[in-house]
T-cell receptor, first 115, second 112 residues
């Protein structure tokens, strides 16, 4: 079974600084997607960034980038130039394309950006 | 506008009183799923469906039922709610094989 582990329940960062959120996963599959979702206080689930497992190049979306290490099964999120609006819960998620075709989540990291 | 709609957004009910949380999507997605979110536990999957009349258990299906009679709707049924089902619930949908999921606004359920 697939598992997604986020070992940092809470983190904080000064405004304008850079922070990295960690995520590891376990799977025997070769074809899958990885995601980071953001959940602000409004509770809405917002897709931040996605990575296809077959792509070696790390995904980037503006201030958000990932460090995808397939062999190590690691998928960390880097937020550069942190802004107050980045304060939220962040969930790492795994989608299995070839097995259950299902979406699994980690336990989340609560990020606080300090002014 | 492409969206997943959940109703109600908030619900307070009593133990044992049957309830249904509705979920509807307008994107013709094959995949739909229900999750519950609890502090420190992330989003845990309750049930999911790959298409009409096809449903399967997730990680925490006990105490819940679902049905998928139409492609757009995937209601979550609690036949006899208990206080340990107090949680935040999310419905999600996605196109089959394409992993980006769209989420509903969430339903905050309190069972007293």
């Amino acid at each position: 079974a697939q598992t997604v582990t986020q070992s940092q329940p809470e983190m904080s960062v000064q405004e304008a600084e850079t922070v990295t959120l960690s995520c590891t996963y376990d799977t025997s599959e070769n074809n899958y997607y990885l995601f980071w979702y953001k959940q602000p206080p409004s509770r809405q689930m917002i897709l931040v960034i996605r990575q296809e497992a077959y792509k070696q190049q790390n995904a980037t979306e503006n201030r958000f980038s990932v460090n995808f290490q397939k062999a190590a099964k690691s998928f960390s999120l880097k937020i550069s130039d942190s802004q107050l609006g980045d304060t939220a819960m962040y969930f790492c998620a795994f989608f299995d394309q070839t097995g259950a075709n299902n979406l699994f989540f980690g336990t989340g990291t609560r990020l606080t950006v300090i002014p | 506008e492409a969206q997943v709609t959940q109703n109600p957004r908030y619900l307070i009910t009593v133990t044992g009183k049957k309830l249904t949380v509705t979920c509807s999507q307008n994107m013709n997605h094959e995949y739909m799923s229900w999750y519950r979110q609890d502090p420190g536990l992330g989003l845990r999957q309750i049930y999911y469906s790959m298409n009409v009349e096809v449903t399967d258990k997730g990680d925490v299906p006990e105490g819940y039922k679902v049905s998928r009679k139409e492609k757009r709707n995937f209601p979550l049924i609690l036949e006899s709610p208990s206080p340990n089902q107090t949680s935040l619930y999310f419905c999600a949908s996605a196109r089959r094989g394409y992993a980006e999921a769209f989420f509903g606004q969430g339903t905050r359920l309190t069972v007293v």
